[in-house]
């Protein structure tokens, strides 16, 4: 496979100005024929015509009304073009309907539909299907379905037709088309200078009644986006499509965001209080995109946290905006130290902005998306929220309608605050987890911090340069007061210190408030020290990670020296508990204990080998311990998940039944599920629903519980997820493999759908000790599985293949196992190029 380099970027040699397609729709034989307006490019030096295609059928082609034969490629072909001003047209077969990749246009149910980003266009029809080529477009369709659906704005349909005119220049991987029979939820919003703008939810009928919900958060992303960031809607109606098969959550077409249904359909029977927040959020970031994404684009795909760290970083201020900011925060970083840390850590780590690529689809990666993110929130808190605003003010006048860069970005910042941003660049080009050591010096009334920062080698790159780090630093003195609000230190150097002067008492510190940069501290304070700051710390976030690492200490010291649950944290964490002032979603947060996979990185790092039955027994003895010390507390926190009045997806209720379900998942350690048994009986939400299901699940019962289940939902596909992928989750150790292999007999397990794939073999992967199981089962099974997807569904495979990229942590025979089963992929024939560079790149 060949391997793509950001240096190597050159400019294409023409210029779209319009492009005119027609499709006649039909499964197996969909024509599409393109009319595309050219012309030379003046800032291009190579002027070669060469047009992206895949697995297309040319019928003809023809340059200015003269046929041509061009020479076809395996990735597109060549063609003489004019020194000038030029129409080329094209028309070409295709087979949606054997589409099972799922990347083009494929169907799903019956229902046709697109995704293009980041290279699926050219499975359409011939094009230069790269992002900084940017054009209008018109789009007819031809087809015996009810809703025919394309970009922008409608422009005219009659009886087995529409034709659709997007009037915004955009790339091709925003173009979409939807054909089907579908049913639309409708609304409409007035933006702030007054146009109507009409919205609708497409979903196949019988998913009416999950609408709602995914309109309510639309409308709210549209005012937040004009109130937050002055961005307005500029088309006159915007489209969701929900579809069953799809490769991840949803995609920003230009005024048609394609949403997998999972992403989007919700309903408070059938999603939990999760779902409603995850639904809340995507939507969100599709609509974001309009503005940073769509308006503003990549330049190429080496730049895409251009538009997806901005993205992730706005749905994220708006959650925090219409939900609970600490409790954003914290999911956010437990999110990143799940997903992001182990790529940072490991084979797969790679800068924000990558630098070589084979298949960009595998670099769409919490690296890009998170980390991406977290860099934006750094910019903005070194250059503070009035900075940032006028940054991003000048961002949108400077390059609305461009094909961006970082270097672009960067600028706007340099340029509207006046800060250099020479070193702050590294963020962007440095791979790997910055590593944070802490001393302290206390002397005359003056405290000194001394950090020093490093970044263990990477991938491609041994050695590292500091970075700019802003440090959030509060003090307290000794009774718990504040002595010293957050301030942000700036380290900039290997080895810096800080003084803080003219303080009566030695003062505790709490660092790195709020997460204020991606990075892993390495602190030496005691239990003592840390419940301190559990029972004071004035930052809810710290709050919480003074809590979090309490239960790591604690949990790391139970594996290495068999040592019993400390009594600082079951007494700190009590008295949070006991606090009604804490909002019950922060004190659910409290209860939640670092993931077997954190520990097992945690371990690694100290030199220990992880042993996953070691760890899953300190987890199982820790929340054991836990129940007990907090037993007379759990009965009155369960009671608040009953909540009056009519469910509410909203922060309030969730968090009070949140916390319910982490009090339920206590009390059946103590009473062997029977509670949880009624609980189960009574519920009348998902939520209720699932949470008792897990406890049951956990004690080893539920059996009833899982069978009832299925009457009730076999027919609804995304609460049939669930119930796969749950009884994987909380399978214990010994019977994970087993279970698995049962369900994938399972006639329900339809594995070419990448929701129903993930829920099981995603649950397997995230199972830690089942997953390290010492037979080495269950990495032969999820090996079997990839083998068997790849041929169909090369995407999906590829990104579970991370399930394999933690591999060298664990002991020799366990990493022999894993290689083996990695160098079985590797050998299967055809591996896809996704999947290919993957199972490479980890094996390293
Ligand atoms: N931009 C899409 C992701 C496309 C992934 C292509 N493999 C969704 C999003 O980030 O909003
Ligand atoms: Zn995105």
């Keep these: 496979p060949t391997t793509i380099y950001l240096k190597d970027y050159t400019p294409f040699g023409y210029i779209v100005d319009s492009v005119h397609l027609t499709f006649d729709l039909a499964p197996h034989a969909t024509r599409v024929k393109s009319r595309i307006s050219f012309r030379p490019n003046p800032e291009a030096t190579d002027t070669t015509f060469f047009l992206h295609g895949e697995n297309l059928r040319l019928i003809r082609a023809s340059i200015d009304g003269a046929e041509v034969t061009p020479e076809v490629t395996g990735g597109g072909l060549f063609a003489a073009a004019p020194a000038a001003p030029f129409v080329w047209e094209a028309e070409v077969e295709i087979d949606p309907a054997n589409n099972t990749a799922l990347e083009g246009l494929y169907m799903s149910n019956g229902m046709y539909c697109t995704q293009c980003e980041a290279e699926g266009f050219r499975k359409i029809t011939y094009y230069p299907d790269r992002p900084d080529v940017m054009s209008t477009f018109t789009v007819r369709i031809n087809g015996d379905l009810p809703v025919l659906l394309s970009n922008g704005n409608p422009t005219g349909s009659g009886e087995g037709w529409a034709e659709w005119t997007d009037p915004w220049p955009k ?38 009644g999950k609408c709602a919900f995914g309109m309510e958060a639309l409308k709210k992303s549209m005012k937040w986006d004009e109130d937050v960031y002055g961005r307005e809607y500029d088309l006159d109606v915007f489209n969701i499509v929900a ?53 503003i684009t990549c330049r190429d795909w080496f730049q895409l946290c251009l538009k997806e760290g901005l993205t992730v970083f706005r749905d994220a201020q708006f959650t925090s905006d219409v939900r609970s900011a600490p409790v954003e925060r914290i999911r956010d970083v437990i999110d990143l130290r799940a997903r992001q840390f182990p790529e940072d850590n490991g084979p797969l780590s790679h800068p924000v902005r990558p630098e070589s690529f084979q298949e960009i689809n595998n670099f769409y990666t919490a690296t890009v998306y998170e980390k991406g993110a977290e860099v934006i929130g750094m910019l903005k808190r070194l250059v503070g929220d009035d900075g940032y605003a006028k940054a991003l003010d000048l961002y949108f006048d400077r390059h609305d309608g461009q094909a961006c860069t970082i270097e672009d970005w960067l600028k706007v910042f340099e340029d509207a605050t006046g800060r250099d941003l020479g070193q702050f660049q590294r963020w962007y080009s440095q791979a790997g987890t910055p590593r944070i050591k802490v001393e302290e010096a206390w002397a005359d009334g003056t405290y000194t911090l001394t950090l020093s920062q490093s970044t263990p080698p ?73 419940a301190f700051l559990l029972a004071h710390d004035t930052d809810p976030f710290n709050r919480w990670e003074a809590g979090r690492s309490l239960a790591s200490d604690t949990l790391l010291k139970m594996v290495t020296q068999d040592a019993a649950p400390d009594a600082d944290y079951l007494d700190g964490l009590l008295a949070v508990l006991r606090d009604d002032g804490l909002d019950p979603a922060y004190r659910a947060l409290m209860l939640d204990l670092p993931s077997q996979s954190e520990l097992a990185a945690m371990l690694h790092d100290r030199g220990v080998t992880p042993d996953p039955m070691a760890i899953w027994t300190a987890v199982e003895t820790l929340r054991q311990a836990t129940a007990q010390h907090m037993q007379d507390v759990l009965p009155r926190l369960h009671s608040q998940s009953q909540v009056d009045g009519p469910y509410s997806p909203d922060a309030e209720q969730s968090g009070k039944r949140a916390l319910g379900s982490a009090a339920l998942a206590l009390i059946s350690r103590q009473d062997g599920g029977a509670q949880a048994a009624s609980e189960y009986a009574r519920a009348d939400n998902m939520t209720l629903q699932l949470s008792a299901l897990s406890c049951l699940l956990k004690a080893g019962k539920g059996e009833t519980e899982l069978a009832a289940y299925y009457d009730q939902w076999r027919d609804d596909r995304l609460v049939m997820d669930k119930w796969f ?75 579970m293949c991370s399930a394999f990229q933690t591999w060298k942590r664990y002991d020799a025979g366990r990493q022999a196992m894993i290689r083996a089963q990695l160098e079985r992929i590797a050998s299967a024939p055809d591996l896809s190029r996704d999947t290919t560079e993957m199972i490479s790149r980890i094996l390293g």
């Excluded at 029977?269 to 639904?279: C, K, L, P, Q």
């Excluded at 970075?467 to 150097?493: F, H, K, M, S």
């Excluded at 399978?731 to 929701?755: C, E, G, M, V």
């Excluded at 037979?775 to 090996?783: D, I, Q, T």
């Design 171 to 208: 790339p091709a991987y925003l173009f979409a088309l939807v054909a089907g029979d579908l049913l639309a939820h409708s609304d409409s919003y007035i933006t702030r200078s007054g146009r109507e703008v009409a919205l609708n939810l497409w979903v196949r009928p019988g998913d009416e």
């Design 725 to 799: 992928g749950l009884q994987v989750a909380l399978a214990s150790p010994d019977r994970t493999p087993q279970i698995a292999r049962q369900l994938t007999q399972h006639a329900d397990f339809n594995w070419k759908n990448p929701n129903r794939f993930r829920a099981l073999m995603g649950s397997l992967a995230m199972n830690h000790a089942g997953f390290h199981h010492e037979s080495g089962a269950s990495y032969a099974l999820l090996a079997d599985w990839l083998i068997r997807l790849d041929p169909v569904n090369p995407q999906t495979t590829a990104r």
């Design 458 to 530: 990477t991938p491609g790159q041994p050695q590292k340069h500091p970075q700019v780090i802003p440090v959030a630093v509060g003090l307290l003195g000794p009774n718990g007061d504040e002595v010293r609000p957050t301030e942000i230190l700036e380290l900039t150097e290997a080895r810096q210190s800080f003084t803080f002067q003219g303080l009566a008492a030695k003062p505790v510190p709490s660092i790195l408030r709020g997460f204020s940069a991606p990075v892993i501290l390495d602190q030496d304070s005691t239990p003592a020290q840390r």
């Design 243 to 295: 579809v069953d098969d799809f490769n991840m959550g949803a995609m920003e077409n230009k005024g048609l965001n394609i949403f997998n249904s999972a992403a989007v359909l919700a309903s408070p029977e059938t999603s939990t209080d999760a779902n409603f927040e995850r639904i809340e959020a995507i939507i969100a970031h599709e609509y974001f995109h309009n503005w940073t994404g769509n308006r």
